[in-house]
Structure formats: C-alpha cells, structure tokens
C-alpha cells in the first residue's frame, strides 16, 4: 500500500522560515493537499492541489511537489502556526495521509 | 456557512454495531462526494471511507473494508456510515469532510466537521 513519510517534528523560531517535508513513491505525480490541525480542533485545508491556498489562509503558507516529495512552507513563522500538519494524497482510490509533523515555534 | 455537523457517536462494545450521520448544509449536498476520516486519541488522521456524488462510487480502507458502509440520502443532505463488527482499534473520533472534484485526480478535501466520538470498550 502506498505511504506517505512525514518527520514527526519540525521546530521554528518566530519570523523564520519552517520547512515540513512529505515523501512517497512518485508523489510529484500526484496532487498532494496540506491540512493544519490545532490542539482539540479539526482538521484546516491550508494547501491543496500542490501549491494553492484556500480562502482565508495566509500568504506566507505555501507548497511545493516534485519528484518524491511535497513541502509546505511557512515563511515569517508565527506562533499561531504552531501544530499539527499533514500531508495527504490519493493513490488507486485510497486516500493516503502521512504520519503528521508537530511544529514547534519556539 | 457551510456546515457538516456528525452525530451518532457512543460507547459501545466489540463486536456491536453503530450508526454515523452527518448533517451538511449552505451549500448543494448533491453535488460534491463526501468521507469519513477518522483520529484515534493521540495519533494521526486514518482515512475510513469515500463516497462520490450520485453514489456511483465507494472506496474503504483495507482496515473497515467488509464492516463498514457508507450511504447518503441527498433528499435529507446526510452522510452516513454503518459500523459493524466494532473492534477496540475502531475508538476514535469520526469527522465527516467534504471534497472537491474540480478536474479527474485532482480531488481535494476543504470543509471538516467536529467530529464525533466513537469508544469501543467493554
């Protein structure tokens, strides 16, 4: 079955730039969506289709797909940020979610 | 406002049955194909179930395949899933998600219930 790796956690210090990497076989051949879940919240779209950010959701959220890997960045990391994010994709008509990065503004 | 409100969620032991339903509204139901995610306590988002506009197609996860179904009825805007054969590594909290089927391969999932908590203990 497909899978998709994420580091369990990533730490930023405020303003810098985090960087939240996905990889899975061939996944640049896939559209890969981004959702950011807070502490007893649900889930949030904040990238989908690789690189696009639904309504609402600040510019400096941004993504990226090549090769074997999909990357969400935050650029000027907020403590606001600070949470839950997975990667996600549809493989043979399954839907695949990584692991889940922790990120840690500190 | 687009909103998707699950209910359903209980305590109940292994081996038993229980019904999920998802009430959405402000926005044409109809139209978009709908799942069922679900998050254990602690741990990360599980895809459980895919159902596409009109029904035409249902998709699960090796995990539920044969123990869950997942239904809608468009004339009442609900989303369903009928769990059977309830197991310990059922507990989790369910949220129905609606999704987005602009172009083939390029479906995405945009709107998240709460979410609803299912316990499977005896």
């Known amino acids: 079955s497909y899978e998709l790796t994420q580091p369990p956690s990533v730490s930023v210090s405020p303003g810098q730039t985090a960087s939240i990497t996905c990889s899975g076989d061939k996944l640049g051949h896939k559209f890969a969506s981004w959702f950011q879940q807070k502490p007893g919240q649900s889930p949030v779209l904040v990238i989908y289709?690789?690189?696009k950010r639904p309504s609402g959701i600040p510019e400096r959220f941004s993504g990226s797909n090549s090769g074997n890997t999909a990357t969400l960045t935050i650029s000027g990391t907020r403590a606001m940020d600070e949470a839950d994010y997975y990667c996600q994709a549809w493989d043979s008509s399954t839907v695949v979610f990584g692991g889940g990065t922790k990120l840690t503004v500190l | 406002e687009v909103q998707l409100v699950e209910s359903g969620g209980d305590l109940i032991q292994p081996g038993g049955s229980l019904r999920l339903s998802c009430a959405a509204s402000?926005?044409?139901?109809?139209?978009?194909?709908m799942n069922w995610v679900r998050q254990a306590p602690g741990k990360g988002l599980e895809w459980v179930s895919y159902?596409?506009?009109?029904?035409?197609?249902?998709y699960y996860a090796d995990s539920v395949k044969g123990r869950f179904t997942i239904s809608r009825d468009d004339a009442k805007n609900s989303l369903y899933l009928q769990m059977n054969s309830l197991r310990a590594e059922d507990t989790a909290v369910y949220y129905c998600?609606?999704?987005?089927?602009?172009?083939?391969?390029?479906?995405?999932?945009?709107?998240w219930g709460k979410g609803t908590t299912v316990t499977v203990s005896s």
């Open positions: 998600v609606r999704e987005v089927a602009e172009v083939p391969a390029a479906n995405y999932m945009d709107v």
């Open positions: 402000g926005f044409t139901f109809s139209s978009y194909s």
């Open positions: 159902i596409s506009s009109r029904s035409s197609s249902m």
């Open positions: 289709q690789d690189t």
